[in-house]
């Protein structure tokens, strides 16, 4: 297990980043925060923007199994589908060894693996790559261009991803999306966006097409960069999918906890 500080903060930039990605889709989205329980729900078509995380630390398997059935009951409350987040090192040894057995028997099943990450890595070199030119976010087409990456990246149809970012203020102003162009095709996207002291890592992707050439890696970086320079801040974070794990040391993130995605199994 690692230093649950660490999982801590983690579970802390997602909670904390994702109020402001919920809330700019819908100002009426659902934010709560409950007992052991945290809601990032906007009801979007774009699955990631419909979050429940638990926030205990040190859950045991009496109050994991308590606290996945009310998350059940929230998510089945909703028209959209999305996913509970588990930080694995927040929960004690034996809730973390019953947790499939107990999600199963809630009613929920694994989607995906995940790890968080982070590092004192800034500030970086700017980033240059033989292939790319890199086209910071700004037009309602880049944003489209960016959702389309996503969806083609995590298969979602189209639509799908463009409800999460279409018409979005937040991402042409306080986020620091980059698209990487080859030959002026949008071909791999990345963003980061101050969360609470900390450059935050999201949405990165590179369309399927156009795989393991470094593209996702010199995009994560150039938004480090620019992020970096513009706030200052010299400490990263990131959420990162099994796929992209592999990736991230290479720029100077160290994994802190691993995490589990979880969908309901019959969703309304």
């Not at 409350?77 to 929960?91: C, I, N, T």
């Not at 999600?103 to 099943?109: K, Q």
């Not at 949405?203 to 996702?216: D, F, I, S």
Request: net charge negative; hydrophobic share 45%; glycine share 10%.
């Amino acid at each position: 297990m690692q230093d649950l500080a660490d999982a801590t903060e983690s579970l802390e930039q997602l909670v904390v980043g994702w109020r402001a990605m919920v809330l700019d889709r819908d100002a009426s989205a659902d934010v709560r925060d409950l007992p052991g329980i945290a809601v990032r729900w906007a009801d979007s078509r774009f699955a990631f923007w419909n979050c429940v995380t638990l926030t205990d630390v040190g859950a045991d398997p009496g109050l994991l199994r308590q606290r996945l059935a009310e998350v059940v009951r929230i998510m089945r409350a909703k028209e959209r589908s999305g996913f509970l987040w588990v930080f694995e090192d927040l929960l004690t040894d034996e809730a973390r060894a019953a947790l499939g057995a107990a999600a199963d028997g809630a009613g929920l099943e694994h989607a995906f693996p995940g790890t968080g990450m982070a590092g004192d890595l800034l500030p970086l070199p700017e980033p240059v790559h033989p292939d790319l030119t890199f086209v910071r976010v700004t037009t309602d087409a880049h944003l489209t261009a960016y959702a389309d990456l996503n969806s083609q990246a995590y298969g979602f149809p189209l639509e799908d991803g463009r409800d999460g970012l279409d018409g979005s203020a937040l991402w042409k102003d306080r986020v620091h999306a980059y698209l990487g162009l080859r030959d002026g095709e949008p071909v791999t996207c990345a963003a980061t966006v101050d969360v609470a002291g900390r450059l935050f890592v999201v949405l990165v992707a590179t369309a399927p097409a156009w795989g393991r050439r470094g593209y996702g890696e010199a995009v994560t970086r150039k938004a480090l960069y620019e992020g970096g320079r513009a706030t200052g801040l010299t400490r990263a974070t990131l959420h990162a999918t099994e796929a992209g794990a592999p990736v991230y040391p290479r720029i100077g993130f160290r994994p802190n906890t691993p995490m589990a995605f979880y969908a309901l199994k019959n969703p309304a």
